[in-house]
């Protein structure tokens, strides 16, 4: 069976699976994530802590249901750390930092982005905020 994986659980990645799943049936499909995997909407981010929500209060799908209605594979915690282009295999560190090996047949990157770091005086007390974590 054809084996895609996905790196990335955010809007784009998750929206790739369930249409790559919609148009085949027949092939695996696993995505791996630093998140925990849950489905969440990116922008309410920035009014979470102004509208006093937490984390959880943010899922608007958790990472078991996705599995089960899109029929995938969602390693969630994991980093990948290389790509072996031509042996069609990555490298990511599972949640206990174990590294690991996954084969696949075609491989989207869908990582996002990682914020500015604006250099501001006190920076270390300036927080990112890009992901539910
Ligand atoms: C606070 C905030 C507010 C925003 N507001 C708006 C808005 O109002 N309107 C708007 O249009 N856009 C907004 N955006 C931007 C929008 O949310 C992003 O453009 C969109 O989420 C990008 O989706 P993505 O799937 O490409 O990346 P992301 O949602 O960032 O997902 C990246 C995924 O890749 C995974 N990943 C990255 N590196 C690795 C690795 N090495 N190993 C394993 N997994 C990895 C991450 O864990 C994550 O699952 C906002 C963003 C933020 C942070």
């Not at 895609?4 to 995505?31: C, F, M, P, Q, Y």
Request: charged fraction near 25%.
């Amino acid at each position: 069976m054809k084996h895609i994986v996905i790196v990335g659980s955010g809007h784009a990645g998750l929206t790739l699976s369930r249409e790559l799943r919609l148009l085949n049936k027949d092939i695996a499909i696993t995505l791996l994530s630093r998140d925990s995997g849950d489905m969440y909407y990116k922008p309410n981010l920035s009014k979470a802590i102004s509208m006093k929500k937490s984390p959880a209060d943010l899922v608007m799908k958790r990472k078991s249901v996705l599995e089960q209605e899109q029929n995938i594979n969602i390693l969630s915690e994991v980093k990948v750390t290389g790509i072996e282009k031509e042996a069609k295999c990555l490298f990511y560190l599972d949640s206990d930092g174990v590294e690991r090996e996954l084969d696949y047949d075609q491989l989207v990157l869908a990582t996002g982005a990682s914020p500015v770091d604006l250099k501001l005086t006190n920076s270390e007390r300036c927080i990112s905020v890009n992901s539910l974590s």
